[in-house]
C-alpha cells in the first residue's frame, strides 16, 4: 500500500470544525482512502472511506482532492470525545492487504 | 450484540512464560488480524488469517505464534523467545477478504505486562 503523510498533532476548539489534512502523493487509482481513529485505551474505529468523490457519513466528512493526491477528514463541531489519534490509510482495491497504520495525528480538543 | 471481544483485557506473564491471548468474533468474517502497539506509536501487524487453518506473518512475527481453527477465532501466543513483549494487543477481523472498501473491526485490545 502506499504511504501516507500527516502532522503529528493538531489542536482544536470544543464545537469548531476541525480539518485533518493527509498527503498521499503516490496513491493509484485503485487505491481507497480509509479514516480510522483511536480513543485512548481502545481499538481503532472506522471512521470513514472514499475513493474518488467526497462522502458523508453520521461521524465526518471526507473531502478528496481532484487529483487524489491529498484528502481531509472534516469533523463539523469537534466535542471532547473526538480527542483521539486519526490515522489516514490506502487500501488497496482488492483488499488483499492487511492495513498499514502510520503515526497518525493525535488531535486534542480544548473545552 | 456482534463485535470481536479480546480477553483477559489486562494479562501479567512472568519471564520465560508462554501466554496465550484470546480473540473471538460473532460477524463472520473471513480475515482476522492481530497487531501490537507501543506507547505513543501506531500498530505493528503480527500475523493475519484469510481463512481457516491458513495464516500470514506480518512485519513483526518472530517469538509469536498463532492458530486458525476455526473461523471465529484466532488465538495469539506470546512466547519466551518475545525478548520485549510489553505491549497492547489488538485483534482485528474483517468480512469478504478479497475487496478494498471493507473495514476492518477491532476488539477493545489485551495489555500484556512483564513481572
Known amino acids: 500500500d502506499a504511504k501516507t503523510t500527516q502532522p503529528n498533532s493538531m489542536e482544536s476548539n470544543e464545537e469548531e470544525p476541525v480539518h485533518l489534512p493527509c498527503n498521499h502523493s503516490?496513491?493509484?487509482?485503485?487505491?481507497?482512502i480509509h479514516w480510522y481513529r483511536q480513543l485512548p485505551s481502545q481499538g481503532p474505529e472506522y471512521v470513514i472511506h472514499?475513493?474518488?468523490s467526497n462522502v458523508n457519513n453520521r461521524m465526518a466528512s471526507l473531502a478528496i482532492a481532484e487529483d487524489r493526491k491529498s484528502s481531509t477528514l472534516i469533523l463539523h463541531r469537534a466535542t471532547l470525545r473526538d480527542a483521539a489519534v486519526y490515522y489516514c490509510?490506502?487500501?488497496?482495491?482488492?483488499?488483499?492487504?492487511?492495513?498499514?497504520f502510520g503515526k497518525g495525528t493525535r488531535l486534542s480538543v480544548i473545552a | 450484540d456482534g463485535g470481536i471481544t479480546q480477553s483477559p483485557k489486562y494479562l501479567f506473564r512472568k519471564e520465560g512464560q508462554n501466554v496465550t491471548l484470546s480473540c473471538e468474533q460473532n460477524?463472520?468474517?473471513?480475515?482476522m488480524y492481530w497487531y501490537r502497539q507501543d506507547p505513543g506509536q501506531g500498530l505493528r501487524l503480527i500475523y493475519y488469517?484469510?481463512?481457516?487453518?491458513?495464516?500470514q506473518k506480518g512485519d513483526i512475527a518472530e517469538g509469536y505464534s498463532v492458530s486458525r481453527e476455526k473461523k471465529e477465532s484466532f488465538p495469539l501466543t506470546v512466547t519466551s523467545a518475545q525478548k520485549n513483549p510489553t505491549a497492547f494487543y489488538l485483534c482485528?477481523?474483517?468480512?469478504?477478504f478479497g475487496q478494498g472498501n471493507q473495514p476492518q473491526h477491532f476488539g477493545d485490545g489485551t495489555r500484556l505486562s512483564i513481572l
Open positions: 488469517s484469510q481463512i481457516v487453518n491458513d495464516f
Open positions: 482485528a477481523s474483517r468480512y469478504v
Open positions: 490509510i490506502l487500501r488497496d482495491f482488492s483488499g488483499n492487504t492487511p492495513l498499514v
Open positions: 460477524l463472520n468474517h473471513d480475515a
Open positions: 472514499g475513493l474518488t
Open positions: 503516490t496513491i493509484s487509482g485503485t487505491d481507497y
